[in-house]
């Protein structure tokens, strides 16, 4: 069982299926700010990807990826990374440089896949979709809370196979745990991460859309609020939104930083889907008082009530489709323009929220 004490380092292990044969596809890792560079590069590698370079300017953060990755050599610079024969440069610096990192790579001739938020304005937005309308390179995005999480690989099948109708409402719910002391300065900064809504809600947008079948929808209300980290004033520990999809969907999710200590995961993710015929909940990464382990699916249809417990049992296809997808120029795995709508969708949230004010 993975430690999920920690989600800022959580990296999913899952099965190795390589769907390229060895020194086909090439990957470079650039900026290191984040943990979740180990399971994009995790998921890439049990793909069949190679990570055959990485750079940060900080050599200790190399040497732990190196510990993880040996085959790794560190480059001297961002630009030998960048002339290098690398397919793929995969990105997780802080959230405010992830975006000239990936138009620098696409310039190249390479793929990005950045950690999310891969922009924080609509500046940065514009620049990457110029970029890739430019090169004709991708600009991926690693949400993680549904492509590196199996129970969610599962209420995609369910919902292909019409267990529970036509979907309706998606429900999505990302606690974290805050780990003030462990955190960075950049981290309590929106001018750096771009905010709550942005930095951790568009993977709940993203899940919204996906699990609706829709292409695009509308914030119809979000809401920040700092409730418990006055020390640091401009940051936001709660937000909220709801969204009405382009098929009619209704969309809602919550975000926050305050998970309790007593919690065995670093937060109680969940999702709720609601069908004509049905409804599915994802427990992701426990079952409460229950079950540590992750990855439960409960499903109630016409046919009766259901409890999957699917880790170990779906893998992570995406990795596999993604690297597919750059060698073929396919767009199996995820599209352009749902990434690019999910984060204009995440800034539209985080910049007309309603800010709740709270007790000093």
């Known amino acids: 069982m993975q430690i999920k004490a920690d989600g800022q380092n959580y990296a999913p292990k899952g099965k190795s299926e390589p769907v390229v044969a060895h020194g086909e596809f090439k990957v470079a890792a650039v900026g290191l700010d984040h943990g979740h560079i180990y399971g994009m590069c995790n998921g890439l590698s049990e793909a ?9 300017k900080d050599p200790a953060k190399i040497k732990a990826f190196q510990e993880k990755f040996p085959n790794a050599i560190a480059a001297q610079s961002e630009q030998e990374v960048m002339d290098s024969d690398v397919h793929l440069v995969a990105c997780a610096s802080i959230p405010a440089d992830r975006c000239a990192v990936g138009i620098k790579a696409m310039a190249h001739g390479k793929d990005f896949f950045s950690d999310k938020p891969p922009v924080i304005t609509c500046e940065q937005l514009a620049q990457a979709k110029a970029a890739v309308a ?30 529970i109708g036509k979907v309706v409402s998606v429900s999505g719910f990302g606690p974290h745990r805050l780990n003030a002391p462990t955190r960075p300065d950049w981290f309590f900064e929106p001018e750096l991460n771009g905010g709550l809504l942005v930095d951790i809600g568009c993977h709940q947008i ?8 829709a292409n695009d929808g509308t914030i119809t209300s979000s809401r920040l609020a700092n409730y418990n980290v006055k020390s640091h004033p401009n940051f936001r520990d709660y937000g909220d939104a709801t969204i009405i999809c382009d098929n009619g969907a209704a969309g809602y999710f919550r975000v926050d930083w305050l998970t309790p200590r007593g919690l065995g995961a670093w937060g109680d993710g969940r999702a709720t889907i609601v069908g004509t015929d049905g409804f599915i909940e994802l427990r992701k990464y426990l079952d409460i008082a229950s079950d540590a382990d992750g990855d439960h699916v409960y499903m109630v249809n016409h046919e009766g009530e259901h409890h999957f417990k699917v880790s170990g049992q779906c893998g992570f296809p995406f990795f596999g489709k993604f690297i597919r ?17 999910v984060m204009e969708l995440a800034l539209d949230a985080q910049e007309k929220a309603v800010q709740i004010v709270t007790e000093q």
């Open 134 to 163: 430019n090169t004709g390179r991708k600009f991926a995005v690693y949400f993680s809370e549904r492509l590196h999480v199996e129970a969610s690989v599962y209420a995609e099948q369910l919902i292909s196979q019409g267990a």
């Open 48 to 56: 069949g990807a190679e990570i055959t370079l990485v750079f940060d």
């Open 325 to 341: 997808d750059c060698i073929n120029r396919t767009e199996n795995a995820i599209s352009q323009e749902h990434t690019f709508r």
């Open 206 to 213: 993203e899940q919204i859309l996906f699990f609706a079948g």
